[in-house]
């Protein structure tokens, strides 16, 4: 069982900058893929960014690439993962999801793959 808390989302301009953060609380010393998902209003759930279970491997969505950085802290038995966000558009205007992937061992890019899911974080971008 793991539980997915994000956090970060407000409104910011567009060019602004925004770090969004995912605590994961779960079996202790687990370690699992997880991502960040986005969803606009009247739009499907897409994959933003992913990282794999060792944070070797990062993985971004074209739209995102060169503005986005994934990253995630292990340190002291916390789990949490980061979304930095630079250059910020008005296309990026979305609800943020965290997921985790701790049984499916597919693809990190389709949202059938993550077993769990945080509640979302609303980030606005005004023109």
């Known amino acids: 069982q793991v539980q997915l808390v994000e956090s970060g989302g407000r409104l910011v301009q567009a060019g602004g900058s925004l770090r969004l953060s995912c605590a994961a609380s779960g079996p202790p010393g687990s370690r699992y893929p997880m991502a960040w998902f986005r969803q606009a209003p009247g739009e499907e759930r897409e994959f933003v960014a992913a990282i794999n279970w060792n944070d070797e491997i990062t993985y971004y969505a074209d739209s995102v690439k060169g503005r986005f950085t994934i990253s995630r802290d292990n340190a002291n038995g916390m789990n949490t993962m980061y979304l930095q966000m630079a250059s910020l558009k008005p296309e990026d205007t979305a609800v943020y999801y965290c997921?985790?992937?701790?049984?499916?061992?597919?693809?990190?890019?389709?949202?059938?793959?993550?077993?769990?899911w945080g509640q979302g974080t609303q980030v606005t971008v005004s023109s």
């Open positions: 997921a985790a992937q701790l049984y499916n061992s597919g693809s990190v890019y389709p949202v059938r793959n993550y077993d769990y």
